[in-house]
């Protein structure tokens, strides 16, 4: 790992820390020693990264320190490509001008030799066959689930049967070419998946949805249900 590359996860590393950091236990993430760690520290405190601490005790940041936009290598821009290309052939428009934008942010403030390695990025996604549309829109599902805000949907199941179901949306997943919205249902009283392409209408709730311990999105990522395609039964 280069230095420059080094420093900047130490930043990142301590800005995830809720308590001061040693220098062994540093040294111990990044496999170097606890000398290493201490110049570097030096390094960041000299260059105005608001690191604090000494020997013996650990190191903290201050969390209101941000890094200043830093160039990414050419590997890092064909990933970031490839995500934006995914957003654009498999989400909507509204979504997609968000890819778009963050592009060319991200162009904006690229050296010349990198602005040429995103040009020429040769990794794509493209759609797949046969693609299912959906009627409701994907931005309003992602915006309920952003904001905690519960869905009345019209949902009809693999067996063409139609019910209104009210969910607490917490995330949208793609499985290739099917969006799942992923969520506890209300009338189940349990975690379900719902298919967009299968939503008929989708009503947006006045009521707002606490973060339960036992119905967020954690709880979900640990239950039987978790990314398994059994929809809105």
Same mark, same amino acid.
């Given at each position: 790992?280069?230095?420059?590359?080094?420093?900047?996860?130490?930043?990142?590393?301590?800005?995830?820390?809720?308590?001061?950091?040693? &220098?062994?236990?540093?040294?111990?993430?990044?496999?170097?020693? %606890?000398?290493?760690?201490?110049?570097?520290?030096?390094?960041?405190?000299?260059?105005? *990264?608001?690191?604090?601490?000494?020997?013996? !005790?650990?190191?903290?940041?201050?969390?209101?320190?941000?890094?200043? +936009? #830093?160039?990414?290598?050419?590997?890092?821009?064909?990933? #970031?490509?490839?995500?934006?290309?995914? !957003?654009?052939?498999?989400?909507?428009?509204?979504?997609?001008?968000? &890819?778009?934008?963050?592009?060319?942010?991200?162009?904006? *403030?690229?050296?010349?030799?990198?602005?040429?390695?995103?040009?020429? #990025?040769? %990794?794509? &996604?493209? +759609?797949? @066959?046969?693609?299912?549309?959906?009627? !409701?829109?994907?931005?309003? !599902?992602?915006?309920?689930?952003? @904001?905690?805000?519960?869905?009345?949907?019209?949902?009809?199941?693999?067996?063409? /049967? /139609?019910?209104?179901? #009210?969910?607490?949306?917490?995330?949208?997943?793609?499985?290739?070419?099917?969006?799942?919205?992923?969520?506890?249902?209300?009338?189940?009283?349990?975690?379900?998946?719902?298919?967009?392409?299968?939503? *008929?209408?989708?009503?947006?709730? &006045?009521?707002?949805?606490?973060?339960?311990? @036992?119905?967020?999105?954690?709880?979900?990522?640990?239950?039987?249900?978790?990314?398994?395609?059994?929809?809105?039964?």
């Amino acid at each position: 790992m280069r230095r420059a590359d080094r420093l900047i996860k130490i930043v990142h590393f301590l800005r995830h820390r809720h308590r001061a950091v040693t &220098a062994q236990r540093i040294g111990e993430e990044f496999e170097i020693s %606890t000398r290493t760690v201490y110049r570097d520290l030096q390094d960041l405190m000299d260059s105005g *990264v608001p690191v604090s601490g000494e020997a013996g !005790v650990g190191y903290v940041i201050d969390k209101k320190y941000y890094l200043p +936009p #830093i160039a990414f290598d050419a590997d890092e821009l064909e990933a #970031i490509g490839l995500g934006m290309n995914m !957003v654009r052939q498999w989400t909507d428009d509204q979504f997609a001008a968000k &890819a778009n934008s963050a592009m060319e942010k991200i162009y904006a *403030v690229l050296p010349v030799d990198l602005k040429r390695d995103l040009e020429q #990025i040769t %990794t794509y &996604a493209m +759609p797949g @066959e046969p693609e299912l549309p959906w009627e !409701v829109s994907f931005s309003a !599902v992602r915006e309920c689930i952003r @904001e905690k805000r519960k869905m009345c949907i019209d949902y009809r199941d693999g067996k063409k /049967q /139609q019910t209104t179901r #009210i969910v607490r949306p917490l995330a949208l997943m793609f499985f290739s070419p099917v969006w799942v919205v992923a969520g506890w249902c209300e009338k189940r009283n349990d975690f379900r998946h719902f298919r967009l392409d299968r939503i *008929v209408n989708l009503h947006h709730c &006045a009521s707002l949805f606490n973060d339960d311990n @036992e119905k967020n999105l954690a709880a979900y990522v640990h239950s039987d249900s978790a990314c398994q395609l059994s929809t809105g039964d």
